[in-house]
């Protein structure tokens, strides 16, 4: 049975980490990336705000070497799910089961004025950047703010908002600068009221201005000014912006999207398409876009694929868990614990913010990159 595995993100990784486990050598698994590297999406924060660089926080894939799997560095030009047959710029693979995991794609050019007057934070190359936009900011009015929905790791603006505030107060810069984030939902964590309170009460106590049901539309360079989608306007100096995000184009084009997304069953992962599944950022699934929702849904699809190739008639199906950490500054970590399940709405327990916690989310990323690129990393 060949497997062909696009993107090497959170849950390509992991879904051929677990093929080769479970069947060594006896799989013939084909993973595809343009990059020659992965990031965690939390190391684009500790790169800016300084805390690490942007070579140490990258996993190169000639170190991920697995029984059975096969990574080719390549661009994906074409998808035929019906085929199953993927075009690259290094030939062409045909798979008896293909698994799209491509992730989302950022577009900040979608957004008038952002690329001209502002920063993104959501890409590699923009994180990176505003390290030294922040390192040589000498305070005045940030404005941390998302231009549309949905959006990757929804707490990701609500932690960079603490962390910019921190990052101000150490330098001694923060009595001067004001900090307000835009954030589209009412709350900052919708399927946690407690997460929610704890974060509104830390904005609260930091002086963070809280601006929820907004969306940023555009930002006015000349003028220094955010517009909102209702028309507001709000003053800013330094703008950090989540883009907008899409499919990547080689998946528009492949006839797999509606309503711009790839839907799959909720309970297996599978497209429309027989044995072509979809997995992480590119679906619809219904679960919030994040490393480790699409890390659920690959041990599903694997689960999947080895009760295939064994004529296995059982194997698991997606229960919609997953556990997010959120950074609060002051070294201090909270944890979401938060189920979706199709037609439910979400359930969540949260623990408050503590320096355990921090210490927890550090061996979530130890225990990943051990399993995924077998070498020992801390993340900073
Ligand atoms: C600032 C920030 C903080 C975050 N923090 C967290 C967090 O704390 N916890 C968490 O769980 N999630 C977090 N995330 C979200 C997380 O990074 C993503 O949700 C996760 O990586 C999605 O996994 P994926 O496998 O679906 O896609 P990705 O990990 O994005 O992988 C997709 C892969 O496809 C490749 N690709 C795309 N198009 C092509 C093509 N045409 N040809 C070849 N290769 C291609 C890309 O190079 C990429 O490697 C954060 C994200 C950001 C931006």
Redesign the pocket.
């Known amino acids: 049975m060949r497997v062909v595995v696009?993107?090497?993100?959170?849950?390509?990784l992991e879904l051929t980490t677990r093929l080769s486990e479970e069947l060594g050598a006896e799989a013939d698994v084909v993973l595809?990336?343009?990059?020659d590297s992965?990031v965690?999406?939390?190391s684009?924060?500790d790169v800016m705000f300084g805390r690490t660089t942007g070579d140490a926080v990258a996993h190169l894939y000639r170190d991920f070497v697995k029984p059975g799997v096969r990574f080719v560095q390549?661009?994906?030009?074409g998808i035929d799910p019906a085929a199953r047959k993927v075009e690259?710029d290094a030939g062409a693979f045909e798979a008896d089961v293909l698994v799209v995991?491509?992730?989302?794609?950022l577009d900040p050019a979608a957004t008038p004025g952002l690329v001209e007057g502002g920063h993104e934070?959501?890409t590699e190359e923009g994180?990176f950047a505003a390290r030294d936009v922040l390192a040589n900011f000498d305070g005045g009015r940030v404005v941390v703010g998302v231009t549309s929905t949905p959006f990757?790791?929804p707490?990701?603006p609500s932690e960079t908002a603490l962390l910019v505030s921190e990052y101000l107060e150490e330098r001694g810069l923060r009595e001067q600068s004001e900090v307000a984030l835009v954030m589209p939902m009412g709350v900052p964590i919708p399927p946690s009221p407690d997460a929610s309170a704890a974060l509104l009460a830390a904005f609260a106590e930091r002086g963070i201005a809280w601006h929820g049901d907004a969306q940023v539309r555009a930002l006015d360079p000349n003028r220094k000014v955010v517009v909102m989608a209702d028309g507001e306007e709000l003053p800013y100096d330094l703008f950090l912006g989540v883009p907008v995000h899409r499919v990547?184009?080689?998946v528009a084009e492949s006839g797999m999207c509606v309503d711009g997304w790839v839907p799959v069953d909720p309970l297996t992962l599978e497209t429309r398409f027989p044995d072509v599944y979809a997995?992480?950022?590119?679906t619809s699934v219904g679960t919030p876009?994040?490393?480790?929702?699409?890390e659920g849904q690959a041990a599903v699809v694997a689960d999947a694929i080895v009760a295939r190739h064994r004529a296995d008639a059982d194997a698991a199906t997606y229960g919609g868990r997953?556990i997010?950490?959120i950074e609060f500054g002051g070294d201090e970590v909270a944890r979401v614990d938060v189920t979706f399940l199709s037609g439910q709405p979400p359930t969540g327990r949260f623990d408050q913010p503590s320096v355990a916690y921090t210490a927890d989310k550090g061996e979530f990323a130890t225990t990943r990159i051990r399993r995924w690129f077998g070498r020992e990393w801390k993340s900073y």
Do not use: W
């Open positions: 696009l993107g090497a993100g959170f849950g390509g595809i990336d343009r990059s992965f965690f999406g939390f684009k924060l390549t661009e994906v030009r690259t995991a491509l992730g989302a794609d934070f959501y994180a990757k790791c707490p990701a990547p184009d080689v997995i992480g950022d590119v876009k994040a490393g480790v929702f699409a997953g997010c950490y």
